[in-house]
């Protein structure tokens, strides 16, 4: 059977760089090393989105951050990638692979050669927030060159492989700082490691990337089956007419309410990838090698849930019923790990059972929400799959940039943890005699103190507070120390009073007059953000907990959004539609092999008019 796509000459040398569409579907082997490509791609961009999280204390310390600042440094780089996402959608037109090709490219220079030499909290945010606007665009071309090389009969396991790129790129950022940062403290070389395997993969992307035709891309496939059938329908294709009002297409409900449906169901995630270290180290007082240790237990099994759900979810040829019972796993294993929170002693591996049991039903989830989504998105126009992605990484990026905002407000505590902590944890460690004497005395007291060291009426009250015992004793024993020291004869009595009560106080003046040990500055700081920091350590792990229950209402508020997307609950329905299918193809590559559908010209049904699969309710 003669095919009817259009034949142009291959480009050589060096326009093979730039001119990447194929007219023909490629083989298993060819279609198996784009993809591999792409996925490659997408981890190294989430490798440079995240990078940040691991060496987030010692950027905000060098660099002189509050935490709020640090906070609305990512706000900035979500919101600005969220309008760039929303630009991608011109991928239908321009293109996919040259978009990911030059976004690998310029975000590994912003890496390796921008940030890192960023001396001051305006250059990192800036050059922070063109990294997210290009990855913002090339994040959203990566899944689109996903859907373009899977029929649908495969698309859980592709998309399965493709959701390894945020994860995995999680787990290159916790894997490379958790081995490196002990011997490599400055948090730049985290950044020199993260652009140079940017280069690596652009380069790659640069000589093997490519990507389907127009008139290829812009059909339905439901399976490889349909290759013959779509390479026939291509010559009469009008990509132009195809993106008609695709726009307009994509923003209906299942497509915006399912893209915020999954972006609430994924805060949990995001806060982890932006905060865990942050969390951990205020809440439980991990390092932050210990704490990007306990996140790869989280990575590591996320990765390995999303290609077994996706695996199961084109087996048994349904998505549904995976997102429903991945998001009830999670929901538990959030629960758990929200309730933790208010236990300091809770062990590493108790985290580690709940941080299995969230990230392995939210991978089931995620994977067979992205599988169900690109088939609605296709249900309404297969053309403008880009379309239906920017509107979801718009969405996505909205939602997350709401919600570091609403972080700080939720978590004030971590904010004077983070600005001030580190200062008082300092000076507590230098002179812990002396802060646990201005811990103990009233701020009165020693105010009075500082005025006038003679003070004899606030001598006394110190010394009561510090010694524990009553004023009149206090009185007592110093009167009687001075007509000791006078040469005086005490009774016996005196002297039994003396001996039991003189040390106490003693003790406790030698600790009084040890203050003046302390710097003016230092003793300035503590009584400025001590208290201030003391009551943060109080508060921090309850509104944590407050934060976590509201990610767990998001996984909730999921659920019902699942009913809106396309594809059947029932393996067995589903299998019916697919055979049907393939008899219609059978039936349409029988009538081209008369020629009568060649002769005439093919046509791809306008957007929204009945396809040769039976689309199912």
């Given at each position: 059977?003669?095919?009817?796509t259009?034949?142009?000459?291959?480009?050589?040398?060096?326009?093979?760089?730039?001119?990447r569409?194929?007219?023909?579907?490629?083989?298993?082997?060819?279609?198996?090393?784009?993809?591999?490509?792409?996925?490659?791609?997408?981890?190294v961009?989430?490798y440079?989105?995240?990078?940040?999280?691991?060496?987030?204390?010692?950027?905000i310390?060098e660099?002189?951050?509050?935490?709020t600042q640090?906070v609305?440094?990512a706000?900035?780089?979500?919101?600005?990638?969220a309008f760039?996402?929303l630009?991608?959608?011109?991928?239908?037109?321009?293109?996919?692979a040259?978009l990911?090709?030059?976004?690998?490219?310029?975000?590994?220079?912003?890496i390796?050669?921008?940030?890192p030499?960023?001396?001051?909290?305006?250059?990192y945010?800036?050059?922070?927030?063109?990294?997210?606007?290009?990855?913002?665009?090339a994040?959203v071309?990566?899944?689109?060159?996903?859907r373009?090389?899977s029929p649908?009969?495969g698309?859980?396991?592709a998309m399965?492989?493709?959701?390894?790129?945020?994860?995995?790129?999680?787990?290159?950022v916790?894997e490379?700082?958790s081995?490196?940062l002990?011997?490599?403290?400055?948090?730049?070389?985290?950044?020199?490691?993260?652009g140079?395997a940017?280069?690596?993969?652009a380069?790659?992307?640069?000589?093997?990337l490519?990507?389907l035709?127009?008139?290829?891309?812009?059909?339905?496939?439901?399976?490889?089956r349909?290759r013959?059938?779509v390479?026939?329908?291509?010559?009469?294709?009008?990509?132009?007419?195809?993106?008609q009002?695709h726009?307009?297409?994509?923003?209906?409900?299942d497509?915006?309410?399912?893209?915020?449906a999954?972006s609430v169901?994924?805060?949990l995630?995001?806060?982890l990838?932006?905060?865990?270290?942050?969390?951990?180290?205020t809440?439980?007082?991990y390092?932050?090698?210990?704490a990007?240790?306990?996140a790869n237990?989280?990575?590591i099994?996320?990765?390995?849930?999303?290609v077994?759900?996706?695996v199961?979810?084109?087996?048994?040829?349904?998505?549904?019923p995976f997102?429903?019972i991945?998001?009830?796993i999670?929901?538990?294993?959030?629960i758990?790990?929200a309730?933790a929170?208010?236990h300091?002693?809770?062990?590493?591996?108790?985290?580690?059972?709940?941080?299995?049991?969230?990230?392995a039903?939210g991978g089931?989830?995620?994977?067979?929400?992205?599988?169900?989504f690109?088939?609605t998105?296709?249900?309404?126009?297969?053309?403008?799959?880009?379309?239906?992605?920017?509107?979801?990484?718009?969405?996505?990026?909205?939602?997350?940039?709401?919600a570091?905002?609403?972080?700080?407000v939720?978590v004030?505590?971590?904010?004077?943890?983070?600005?001030?902590?580190?200062?008082?944890q300092?000076?507590?460690?230098?002179?812990?005699?002396?802060?646990?004497?201005?811990?103990?005395?009233?701020?009165?007291?020693?105010?009075a103190?500082?005025a006038?060291?003679?003070?004899?009426?606030?001598?006394?009250k110190?010394l009561?507070?510090l010694?524990?015992?009553?004023?009149?004793?206090?009185?007592?024993?110093?009167?009687?120390?001075?007509q000791?020291?006078?040469g005086?004869?005490?009774?016996?009595?005196?002297?039994?009073?003396?001996?039991?009560?003189?040390p106490?106080?003693q003790a406790?003046?030698?600790?009084?007059?040890?203050?003046a040990?302390?710097?003016?500055?230092?003793?300035?700081?503590l009584?400025?953000h001590?208290?201030?920091?003391?009551?943060?350590q109080?508060?921090?792990?309850?509104?944590?907990?407050?934060?976590?229950w509201?990610?767990l209402?998001?996984?909730?508020?999921?659920l019902p959004?699942?009913f809106?997307l396309?594809?059947?609950?029932?393996?067995r329905?589903a299998?019916?539609?697919?055979?049907?299918?393939?008899?219609?193809?059978?039936q349409?590559?029988?009538?081209?092999?008369g020629?009568d559908?060649?002769?005439?010209?093919?046509t791809?049904?306008?957007?929204?008019?009945?396809?040769?699969?039976?689309e199912?309710t």
């Amino acid at each position: 059977m003669t095919t009817a796509t259009i034949d142009r000459p291959a480009p050589g040398g060096l326009s093979r760089l730039w001119n990447r569409q194929l007219d023909h579907y490629p083989d298993t082997g060819p279609r198996t090393t784009y993809l591999a490509i792409t996925v490659l791609a997408t981890i190294v961009l989430y490798y440079e989105l995240y990078v940040q999280g691991a060496v987030s204390t010692k950027i905000i310390g060098e660099l002189h951050f509050s935490f709020t600042q640090f906070v609305f440094v990512a706000v900035i780089g979500n919101a600005v990638g969220a309008f760039a996402s929303l630009f991608a959608g011109l991928a239908d037109r321009w293109g996919r692979a040259n978009l990911v090709v030059a976004g690998v490219l310029i975000t590994g220079l912003l890496i390796l050669f921008g940030i890192p030499h960023a001396h001051n909290r305006t250059t990192y945010t800036v050059l922070l927030a063109l990294v997210s606007l290009v990855e913002g665009i090339a994040l959203v071309a990566t899944p689109a060159l996903i859907r373009d090389f899977s029929p649908q009969v495969g698309r859980g396991q592709a998309m399965g492989f493709w959701t390894l790129g945020p994860v995995l790129g999680s787990l290159v950022v916790t894997e490379v700082s958790s081995h490196t940062l002990s011997a490599h403290p400055d948090w730049r070389y985290q950044f020199y490691i993260c652009g140079i395997a940017g280069l690596v993969v652009a380069l790659i992307a640069l000589v093997g990337l490519r990507e389907l035709s127009p008139r290829l891309r812009d059909q339905l496939m439901v399976s490889m089956r349909d290759r013959a059938l779509v390479e026939a329908r291509a010559q009469g294709i009008d990509p132009e007419r195809a993106l008609q009002g695709h726009w307009r297409q994509m923003l209906r409900f299942d497509i915006v309410g399912s893209a915020f449906a999954v972006s609430v169901f994924l805060l949990l995630y995001y806060i982890l990838v932006g905060f865990l270290v942050v969390y951990f180290a205020t809440t439980f007082g991990y390092s932050e090698q210990k704490a990007n240790s306990l996140a790869n237990w989280y990575w590591i099994t996320n990765a390995i849930a999303l290609v077994i759900a996706g695996v199961l979810s084109d087996k048994v040829r349904v998505r549904k019923p995976f997102m429903v019972i991945g998001t009830l796993i999670s929901m538990v294993g959030t629960i758990l790990f929200a309730l933790a929170t208010t236990h300091p002693h809770t062990s590493y591996y108790s985290f580690v059972v709940y941080f299995i049991l969230s990230s392995a039903g939210g991978g089931m989830a995620y994977v067979a929400w992205m599988a169900a989504f690109t088939e609605t998105v296709e249900k309404h126009n297969p053309a403008a799959t880009a379309t239906g992605l920017a509107v979801w990484g718009w969405v996505l990026r909205l939602v997350v940039t709401a919600a570091f905002a609403l972080l700080t407000v939720i978590v004030p505590a971590t904010t004077a943890l983070v600005d001030n902590g580190p200062r008082v944890q300092e000076i507590v460690a230098k002179y812990p005699t002396q802060v646990k004497v201005l811990q103990t005395v009233d701020p009165a007291t020693l105010a009075a103190l500082q005025a006038n060291a003679n003070n004899q009426s606030a001598q006394v009250k110190a010394l009561t507070e510090l010694s524990g015992l009553p004023a009149t004793d206090v009185v007592r024993v110093v009167t009687l120390g001075a007509q000791l020291k006078a040469g005086a004869k005490l009774a016996p009595g005196d002297l039994a009073f003396l001996g039991t009560n003189g040390p106490k106080v003693q003790a406790a003046a030698t600790s009084l007059q040890s203050v003046a040990q302390v710097p003016p500055a230092d003793l300035a700081y503590l009584g400025a953000h001590g208290s201030k920091v003391a009551q943060a350590q109080k508060d921090n792990p309850k509104q944590w907990q407050h934060w976590w229950w509201i990610c767990l209402a998001g996984q909730l508020v999921f659920l019902p959004f699942v009913f809106v997307l396309a594809g059947r609950w029932s393996p067995r329905r589903a299998r019916e539609d697919e055979l049907a299918h393939e008899r219609l193809v059978e039936q349409e590559l029988a009538r081209l092999r008369g020629g009568d559908a060649l002769s005439s010209g093919i046509t791809r049904p306008a957007p929204d008019e009945p396809r040769t699969r039976t689309e199912p309710t």
